[in-house]
């Protein structure tokens, strides 16, 4: 077996064994999301394994041909898809959702008038078709990424392990394989260019995979989701809606001070929207209303500030000079490094370990 051959034997199992994973929901997590990139993991695979399993007789194959390039069409929609229901997990389709059919079923089209064009004809349209529906729908999950990212904010005071951040390195991944491939072709010959793409979809789909396992459930139970991307919308699409009269407002508000200053909730570093209305007795819509309304904070913020307070006291404390600074953001109610250094500087403008210097100088 030469070493291409072995690449994709790596390639194409480890995207099966990671679509076998994801059908059966093994991890137990955001399912319907699981299930779509499941299929768009094995659809992935398809890729490799056609040069494993598909006699090459067989590639010149009208039927053989239409029915692999058709499938393999559809992976960037049903990546689209599972990034819809990693983002909103209560998501309903609507006869608005039959536009996913429309492209689909025009490149079907065009795989079946191969025959009646020319070749050079067919396989510009086909180049053109195929790169222009993997670059619209990647484009678009990575702008859905994006905006989830945003509304983490409103029920999180954590973001990393719910970010989705992973996703992106697929997206990544097809930009810089176009590119490596449009500069290899230039350059060097088919071969060695099929050789370094396939290491580096080795990495990548090894990445993806173990990333992918690692993700939580996103959404805690008891959050309504729908009301919780209606009010991160832009302004101008948000719903206007006044839950509370001045009063009430200035009741809750003074309630979840006192509750964050008596009870520390923010220690907790899996706290989020439902957990701390559950303490506050009342409904996750209408604390979230409060801290959007009542502090002009998004959940996020309103949590990290007195995080990033605690450890402020904490690193000026000579008695907590003993402990690392890990320690001290997990002291805080931080539940890693990176998420303590990153709110820290954002807050202070200063890192931690700049911060406890500054302040042992004084």
């Known amino acids: 077996m030469d070493l291409n051959l072995f690449i994709i034997v790596l390639i194409a199992g480890g995207l099966l064994l ?33 040069e494993m399993i598909v006699p090459e007789s067989a590639q010149d194959n009208f039927y053989v041909f239409t029915f692999l ?40 089209i065009l795989l079946f008038c191969k025959p009646l064009l020319k070749k050079e004809t067919f396989f510009l349209l086909y180049i053109v078709v195929f790169l222009s529906n993997s670059l619209f729908y990647t484009s678009w999950a990575y702008v859905k990424i994006n905006r989830h990212q945003k509304v983490i904010e409103a029920f999180s005071s954590n973001k990393e392990p719910i970010d989705l951040n992973w996703l992106k390195y697929i997206i990544y991944s097809f930009i810089l394989s176009a590119v490596l491939i449009i500069v290899y072709s230039i350059f060097t010959t088919a071969e060695s260019l099929n050789i370094y793409i ?4 080795l990495i990548v789909v090894y990445l993806v995979a173990f990333y992918s396992m690692r993700q939580k459930e996103i959404f805690p139970r008891g959050l309504i989701i ?15 809606t006044k839950l509370l009269d001045d009063t009430g407002l200035d ?19 899996e706290l989020n929207l439902v957990k701390l209305a559950e303490q506050l007795q009342t409904s996750s819509h209408q604390l979230s209303y409060v801290i959007n309304n009542g502090f002009k904070e998004n959940f996020f913020n309103f949590i990290n500030k007195y ?56």
């Open 18 to 50: 990671l679509s076998f994973l994801k059908l059966s929901n093994a991890i137990a997590v955001n399912r319907k999301a699981n299930v779509y990139f499941g299929v768009f993991v094995f659809l992935w695979s398809t890729f490799w394994l056609d």
């Open 69 to 108: 390039r058709f499938i393999q069409f559809l992976t960037p929609l049903t990546f689209f898809l599972s990034i819809i229901f990693y983002t909103n997990p209560t998501y309903r389709y609507t006869k608005n959702d039959l536009r996913f059919t429309v492209i689909p079923l025009l490149f079907l």
């Open 198 to 201: 396939n290491l580096f979809f």
């Open 226 to 240: 729908e009301q919780t991307i209606e009010m991160n919308q832009p302004e101008e699409k948000a719903a206007k």
């Open 251 to 269: 009741n809750l508000k003074t309630r979840l001070l006192e509750l964050m200053e008596k009870e520390k909730p923010y220690l907790d570093s």
């Open 307 to 362: 995080r990033v307070k605690k450890a402020e006291e904490l690193l000026k404390n000579p008695a907590y000079d003993h402990l690392t600074i890990l320690a001290i953001g997990y002291e805080s109610g931080f539940n890693s490094k990176t998420s303590f250094n990153t709110t820290f500087k954002k807050i202070t403008s200063y890192t931690p370990t700049e911060y406890r210097k500054i302040c042992s100088k004084l």
